[in-house]
């Protein structure tokens, strides 16, 4: 069963938790502190679930330093629900948030969809070929000339849904529900800076546009002779 990660200072909320998904079978493993989170992440956990509001280390600075040395789903509990926190959590590679109060049967829906997704990404035995790109779809690595692009993971994955749907328009709200899973207006500006930040890295390799604005519309991936292998 997969292995999880709850990171919270409110001892009485990971004790409830750690119960109940001990009971569901999954190995659990608790911090109660930034720090102490980046420590537990020797078990290499399959899922992080991280409270924002902590002290000594808060959960977004956590989530920046694990992003680079681990691809596994973080899920954000978060006591404020403004647009900000929602898009700095999503923008630092946060993969889902849930505000409290919550549901645990929500909380445990989340998790499960997460899992199954990464799990996915897994048994993905592809590669693709553009333009001066290839995109490794089981190691969710992009290259570019040979050079590897240093990419978040939402990143690779905005970069993978379009470039498997060459020529289709995605609009930033349908960007957001594929990979956010969520319909909510106020936060689709995340994926605005999401592709403003590829954009960048990009262009430190070449001047090739791979994703193209379709004013009032959205995004599309250029058209290359492209060729996909398994």
């Known amino acids: 069963m997969a292995k999880l990660l709850i990171v919270d200072d409110d001892l ?4 409830m938790l750690s119960n109940y998904f001990l009971l569901k079978g999954y190995e659990i493993y608790t911090a109660y502190d930034g720090k102490e989170a980046l420590d537990k992440m020797k078990c290499t956990p399959d899922l992080v679930i991280l409270d924002v509001n902590m002290p000594k280390l808060n959960g977004i ?17 978060t006591a404020r629900a403004t647009e900000e926190d929602k898009v700095n959590g999503l923008l ?4 889902d948030y ?13 998790i499960v969809s997460n899992l199954k997704r990464e799990e996915r990404s897994k048994y993905s035995h592809k590669m693709i070929y553009t333009g001066s790109m290839s995109i490794d779809l089981i190691s969710m690595e992009v290259f570019i000339n040979g050079q590897r692009l240093d990419l978040t993971k939402k ?6 849904l ?10 930033k ?14 936060d689709i500006k995340v994926v605005t800076e999401y592709i403003r930040r590829i954009r960048k890295k990009i262009y430190e390799f070449t001047d090739e546009n791979f994703i193209e604005t379709e004013w009032g519309s959205g995004y599309r991936w250029k058209s290359f002779d492209k060729e996909i292998s398994k």
């Open 61 to 77: 600075d956590v989530c920046k330093r694990i992003r680079d040395f681990t691809q596994s789903p973080i899920l954000f509990l």
């Open 155 to 160: 990143e690779y994955e905005i970069i993978e």
């Open 173 to 186: 709200e349908h960007i957001f529900l594929k990979l956010w899973h969520e319909e909510n207006d106020s």
């Open 98 to 110: 849930i505000v409290k109060p919550f549901s645990v049967r929500e909380l445990e829906a989340r």
């Open 12 to 15: 009485d909320l990971i004790d």
């Open 162 to 171: 379009l470039a498997l749907h060459e020529r289709q328009i995605f609009s």
């Open 92 to 95: 630092v590679g946060g993969d």
